[in-house]
């Protein structure tokens, strides 16, 4: 079994800056895929943006590409996200997720190919 936790949630004024950890432990795998999804009250579970190990590509929805930064420290089982300039909008529990196999692009998006998911950090941001 894995596990993932997040940390690194809390409030954030709009413009500030807000980074995410998602640390693996457990049995040991190469996660294929890292990512975040996001999802605010009342509304479906999102995506974010997801890193990639082979060939170390990233992926970001529309909406936060330009101001949120996927990384990843592999020794660490680790994946980041950096907030920049948050929005309102921004706030959300967000969830991070761990896929073992390789997906076409357009995939990463959908939760369904993931395999471990976190319990979730609330990100709130304030205007």
């Known amino acids: 079994q894995v596990q993932l936790v997040e940390s690194g949630g809390g409030l954030v004024q709009a413009g500030g800056s807000l980074r995410l950890s998602c640390a693996a432990s457990?049995?040991?795998?190469?996660?294929?895929?890292m990512g975040w999804f996001r999802q605010a009250p009342g509304k479906e579970r999102e995506f974010v943006a997801v890193?990639?190990?082979?060939?170390?590509?990233?992926y970001y929805a529309d909406s936060v590409k330009g101001r949120f930064t996927i990384s990843r420290d592999n020794a660490k089982n680790t994946v980041y996200l950096q907030m920049n300039s948050p929005k309102p909008e921004d706030t959300a529990v967000y969830y991070c997720a761990a896929g073992r196999r390789s997906y076409p692009r357009q995939s990463y998006p959908m939760p369904e190919v993931y395999d471990y998911w976190g319990q979730g950090t609330q990100v709130t941001v304030s205007s």
């Open positions: 457990g049995r040991t795998f190469s996660s294929s895929a």
């Open positions: 890193s990639i190990r082979s060939g170390g590509s990233t």
